[in-house]
């Protein structure tokens, strides 16, 4: 039932003078109503709170609220409730008193006295006709604040549709405000409490007014955020980003475009674009799908209102770094670099004028040099002479040696560019042609492109856009069948349709994505319909792997990841056996526990199971049992978690319903593994079948039995799942561990077996990070155990597989660093993962002697062999981008060597160990080392022995030489 709406519209003409909120005066109207009693008052809200008249009312009514539920039980038996009773006593108050002791009203709730919709209609009613619609309380804030404080207090009786006539009066009581708010006569603390209304309304329903034709709450927030004080802007800056967590990830973008044009853009009004940049970086560091488009527009204003915002933007910009945990801003502005300056040469802007400053960038020089390759490539892409001659000036490079410098991405970007624009040698100069032209013609650059022809492969495969959900332009496309049915395939085991965010430009159409190979391959005599090589494939899934960086977000993590989708339907039977097949099911096991990214990669991994089925159930069996216990214990964790609140509960309900499918069909497929222990895997294969989590110490549970399974095959030799996977899946069944309630309930409840166990429990309880409530329990196994048997455990330290009798004692402290880096292939975080096959691949070409090189392959596990021999084909990963390449003198060497007082020990080793590598670039292996040192915590102190040792022989050898 609604009241009449215009209420707000017949009494705002009456009066239109902009009236200072915060001074008292004495009312010029003739007219009389009750209202005109508290025109004496203060009309500050300040003023009010902390009158006489506010402490005794709040006093008064606090007292009548506890007498009458104290006494509730005699007023039931008179026909009354503590609810009416209070209320009939706040009406029968003036108004400036019930305004006063809003407060305590609003506060009712709190204090255990609930009204009842009737009463709460009441109360509503006696505001709106004997506040809201009196003259003298129109402008006052000291009236409409406690109106606003008592109806957010009532909101939950007001927003249940069953309670119709209320429901109706609240909405009257909305639009009124709603009203008032356009006509631009609320003074900022009024404003204030209506923002804390309206953001309270959008936690209940984002979407309340639609339906009864009114503008929407959301809408009337940002209403007031366009429209609002500074100092209101300033108050729901810190609020705002809540909005976001009430929906879905999709549906971000459409709510930030709606958003963004209600902040200030005013070139002149420098408090207006403060707080522009302050809520933008808010929104930023809350959620990773905005992150992207808040920092260009942080970026753009910095440009653009260059004096009036750029100390405002590097305020934001530090502030957002901070918040993320990033080192520095220059990682900010790495991460969307390609952007950011795609965008920026997009409006002619010139390389001088970029505001370095924002993104702690000392000098533009510096900003230059850290992005010479983005720079170099899109210059060449958009044919900007005037910036390549600046930026060979800035760096003191020539213009053929940047080309030289940045070359696969350079002609990745023009070969994309060329096609998509359909530019042709004959229509024109094209960005190829410039290439060449820098570079002394077509030889050159076919000579560079057949040397790097894997990572401008990457590039093309990279910076294909994913605007088509449905990859229809494969269809279209002859020399694609066999793609389109192998990505049809993975579709039909699992796919999403869901729309994600647009790739990073510059990106270019998929359509194209042949054409780009076509174009690459001509120029290098490869074929096209089978251009890859174990080597050169594995190289472009790393490069997409790198690209996936957590700060970008789950939407844009599930776009790179339809990308490498494309990539495996585009590769033929490569991807089914050996190291290529290993590397992608040992990489997208973690994304099976990502709600945005579970669908696609369900079925991409299914479809590389099912195709390498003759790899995996034999020769791959022991990797086969470790990544298929990984990537159930990924989905049980996400299937037995709690669904993020941006996640649909339809989606969230169908992904576990996928997952308990699919860990049916993996739990057979593992049955038809071969096993070198038939009994291992047999315990294995029962444990998986009807796992849950958490893990617990509970007798004869599938969670305990994995945990003693996992226990006893950390120290075997030649264990069923390698200990990388052992350490993995302790972690995920350890976490949140539920103990056993009595030793007659624990899976180690004799002490024989506790004994049998300790060492292995032993070991792992020194590991980082490991669960409290697990130490806890271990803490009391180990304690009987030493109890029963007075020994103590030991931390036996196994090789994963023998280690080979090796020629000399250099070759040891070779094979010590292979042993390391291989091992870090198998770790779940993808940067060192990444960074460890870049350097085995740079590593094995630092070898003068062809027999010392072949010596170092063979202390590399076989089926890795194929995949490094070839070298990285001038591919960086970002983060060995990241580590400048330093020339180390002798002062430098004795620099390091020296231990600072305030130093931290890993720190000086990390320091020492990568000056030592760096000043031996004459030996074999260390020259490749520094940039995964620098990343890598703890490395340094664990390869420090085996540096010097090398360092020392081979300077030993030099000097022996006459």
């Known amino acids: 039932m ?51 008249l506010a402490a005794n009312a709040n006093i008064d009514v606090y007292s009548k609220a506890i007498a009458t539920m104290n006494g509730s039980e005699f007023a039931l038996h008179h026909g009354n409730d503590a609810s009416s009773n209070v209320t009939d006593y706040i009406l029968s108050l003036p108004e400036e008193t019930v305004c006063a002791a809003s407060r305590t009203i609003a506060a009712l709730s709190s204090m255990g006295l609930v009204l009842t919709p009737d009463d709460a209609y009441r109360l509503l009613e006696s505001c709106m006709e004997n506040v809201l619609s009196v003259y003298a309380y129109e402008r006052c804030e ?23 006539q209320l429901s109706g009066l609240a909405m009257d009581v909305y639009e009124w405000f709603i009203g008032v708010l356009r006509a631009k006569v609320l003074s900022s603390n009024v404003q204030k409490t209506l923002a804390l209304l309206l953001l309270d309304l959008c936690r209940r329903d984002l979407d309340y007014g639609q339906k009864d034709s009114v503008q929407s709450v959301r809408t009337s927030l940002f209403e007031l955020l366009r429209t609002g004080s500074i100092q209101c802007q300033y108050h729901m800056s810190g609020r705002i980003p809540m909005l976001f967590g009430l929906c879905v990830l999709s549906r971000h973008e459409t709510i930030f475009d709606d958003l963004q044009n209600s902040l200030a853009n005013e070139a002149d009004w420098a408090e207006g674009i403060a707080m522009r940049l302050l809520i933008l970086s808010k929104l930023a560091s809350a959620w990773h799908t905005l992150l992207r488009t808040c920092v260009f527009y942080i970026f753009e204003a910095a440009g653009r209102l260059k004096d009036l915002a750029e100390g405002y933007a ?99 970007y023009a070969l994309s560019w060329d096609t998509a624009k359909k530019l042709d040698e004959a229509s024109g100069v094209t960005s190829e042609g410039r290439l060449r032209s820098v570079l002394g013609g077509k030889q050159e650059v076919s000579r560079l492109a057949t040397r790097y022809f894997p990572t401008i492969m990457g590039v093309f495969f990279l910076s294909a856009q994913q605007d088509d959900a449905q990859d229809a332009w494969m269809e279209k496309r002859e020399e694609c069948k066999d793609s389109a049915k192998a990505l049809a395939e993975m579709k039909s085991y699992s796919s999403s349709t869901r729309t994600l965010p647009g790739s990073q430009q510059p990106s270019f159409k998929p359509r194209y994505l042949m054409d780009q190979i076509g174009r690459l391959c001509r120029r290098t005599a490869q074929d096209p319909e089978q251009p890859w090589t174990v080597s050169s494939f594995t190289l472009v899934v790393r490069m997409h792997l790198d690209a996936i960086d957590d700060a970008l977000g789950p939407l844009l993590r599930c776009a790179l990841l339809r990308k490498l989708r494309v990539l495996i339907a585009c590769s033929g039977s490569i991807a089914f056996s050996g190291a290529p097949l290993e590397l992608l099911l040992h990489s997208l096991a973690p994304f099976l526990g990502d ?154 409840g ?77 770790s779940s975080d993808r940067k060192c993962s990444g960074l460890a096959d870049w350097t085995l691949r740079n590593a094995l070409h630092t070898f003068r002697d062809a027999g010392e090189a072949l010596n170092f392959e063979q202390m590399l596990p076989e089926v890795l062999v194929p995949t490094l021999t070839d ?35 890993e720190v000086w080793l990390c320091n020492l160990a990568t000056t030592l590598c760096s000043w031996a670039n004459y030996c074999a292996i260390l020259p490749a080392l520094p940039p995964i040192l620098k990343n890598v915590s703890l490395l340094p102190s664990a390869l420090l022995g085996p540096i010097i040792h090398i360092l020392l022989s081979e300077d030993m050898k030099r000097d022996s030489i006459p």
């Open 871 to 905: 070298g990285a084909f001038g591919y960086m990963p970002p983060a060995a981008a990241a580590v400048a390449p330093e020339t180390v003198d002798r002062k430098a060497l004795q620099d390091a060597l020296a231990i600072g007082s305030i130093s931290e020990d």
């Open 750 to 826: 004799s002490d024989r077996v506790c004994a049998k166990y300790a060492d292995g429990l032993w070991h792992f309880s020194k590991e980082l990070d490991v669960d409290t409530e697990f130490l806890n329990w271990s803490a009391v196994v180990l304690g009987r155990s030493y109890a029963a048997t007075g020994a103590r455990p030991q931390a036996r330290d196994l090789p994963e597989s023998p280690t080979p009798k090796l020629q000399n004692p250099v070759a040891e402290s070779q094979s010590a660093i292979a042993q390391r880096l291989t091992a870090m292939l198998a």
């Open 595 to 748: 709600s945005e990214c579970a669908d696609d990669t369900l079925g991409t991994m299914q479809f590389l199971l099912n195709h390498g089925q003759s790899y995996l159930k034999q020769e791959g069996a022991s990797f086969a049992h470790g990544v298929i216990m990984s990537m159930i214990l990924h989905m049980r964790k996400h299937s037995d978690g709690r669904h993020e609140i941006t996640t649909q509960e339809s989606q969230y309900r169908l992904i576990v319903q996928k997952m308990d499918g699919f860990q049916s069909w993996l739990v057979k497929y593992l049955q038809q593994c071969h096993a070198t222990s038939k009994r291992q895997a047999a315990i294995l294969v029962k444990a998986l079948e009807n796992l849950h989590l958490p893990g617990n110490g509970h007798r004869d549970s599938p969670e305990s039995t994995l945990l003693l399974l996992l226990l006893e095959l950390q120290h075997r030799p030649s264990p069923i799942v390698s200990r990388q996977y052992c350490n993995e899946a302790l972690h995920i069944l350890t976490r949140n561990f539920e103990s056993p309630s009595s030793v007659t309930d624990d899976c180690l």
């Open 142 to 164: 000291a009236a409409m604040t406690p109106i606003l404080e008592i109806m957010a207090s009532l909101m939950p009786l007001w927003t249940d549709h069953a309670n119709e």
């Open 314 to 412: 590097m305020h934001s910009i530090a502030s957002l770094t901070q918040s993320l945990g990033f080192e520095s801003a220059q990682k900010l502005f790495l991460l969307f670099a390609p952007q950011l300056l795609y965008t920026w040469l997009e409006g002619n802007n010139t390389l001088s004028s970029l505001p370095y400053s924002v993104f702690q960038y000392s000098s533009l020089e510096e900003l230059l040099w850290h992005n010479e390759v983005e720079i170099t490539a899109q210059l060449f892409m958009r044919g900007r002479e005037d910036d390549l001659h600046f930026l060979s000036k800035s760096l003191k490079l020539s213009i053929p040696d940047l080309a030289k410098r940045a070359f696969p991405k350079t002609l990745a």
């Open 2 to 52: 609604r009241r009449n709406r215009t209420l707000y519209d017949q009494k705002h003409d009456e009066d239109d003078m902009d009236i200072d909120m915060n001074d008292n005066y004495d009312s010029q109207d003739s007219r009389q109503s009750r209202g005109n009693l508290v025109v004496q008052e203060s009309r500050s809200v300040h003023g009010s709170n902390f009158s006489l």
